[in-house]
Structure formats: C-alpha cells, structure tokens
C-alpha cells in the first residue's frame, strides 16, 4: 500500500508601513473614538505591519518541498509593494473606498490579492501582526 503523502505547512513573512483611519458611518463622532481610539485620529496614522502567509499541501517526492518560498516571495512582495506599502490605505486603496481597513478587513483583502495569484487550495493563512500585541489570522 502506498504511504499517504506528507502535508507540512510553509510560512514567509514580509513586513511594510501603511496609514489608515479607522472609522464608522454608522457610528456617532463620540463612538468611533470610544470604539477605535487613535485608530480615528481625523487624519489617520500609521503602522508598521508584519505579514505572514502559510501555504499548506504535500512535501513534493521530488523537491521536498510544498511551495517554493522564494516563488511566495516574489508573490507577496509583488502584492504588498503594488498595492499596499507605505500607501494611505483609505485613500489610496480600492478595496478600502468603503470597507474599514481594521487588520481583520486587511488580512482578508491580502488573502484575496494573494489567493489570485497561487494555485487553487495552497494558501491556508494570512496573519497580520498590526501592534507587538495585536494580530490577527484569516483563512479564507
Ligand atoms: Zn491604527
């Protein structure tokens, strides 16, 4: 019988600066500063984020490897430096016109920029370190 391939999970990080001001229509001046804080200073500021992406799937016989990390590299600094490092996220930013660039909404806007760009089913997560004691994870 054949030996089940082995599935290992592959993680590059990739770190940029972008500004952003967190902010709800649908919340009074009074609550977006109670909810986000310094995240709604009326002209934004910045952050220095830390980017993680694990692609996932069976070490290749031949390679062993899952995933090329210098090809995930090469993707993800193709995305985040087009479309994302040391931008105004609000301003300069399509995806965040109308969606509020909190670090979950930017997780889940990296995982679409990257999913386009890989093979079907190899990326698992996008983990996105916004302060030493804040990140999150999104998987799709
Ligand atoms: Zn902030």
Redesign the pocket.
């Known amino acids: 019988m054949k030996k089940p391939s082995r599935k290992a999970f592959i993680t590059r990080r990739l770190t940029f600066s972008a500004a952003?001001?967190?902010h709800s229509a649908k919340l009074s001046p009074e609550e977006n500063r109670r909810v986000?804080g310094?995240?709604n200073l009326p002209n934004?500021?910045?952050?220095n984020y830390t980017l993680e992406v694990t692609v996932a799937g069976p070490i290749d016989a031949t390679t062993g490897m899952v995933f090329n990390l210098t090809d995930l590299k090469d993707v993800m600094t193709d995305v985040i430096e087009h479309d994302i490092d040391h931008k105004n996220l609000n301003m300069d930013v399509p995806a965040f016109k109308t969606l509020n660039p909190t670090a979950e909404n930017i997780a889940a806007v990296l995982w679409d920029l990257l999913e386009k760009r890989l093979k079907p089913g190899l990326l698992n997560e996008v983990k996105l370190i916004?302060t030493e004691n804040n990140f999150v994870s999104y998987r799709g």
């Open positions: 952003h001001r967190l986000f310094k995240c934004g500021h910045g952050h916004e």
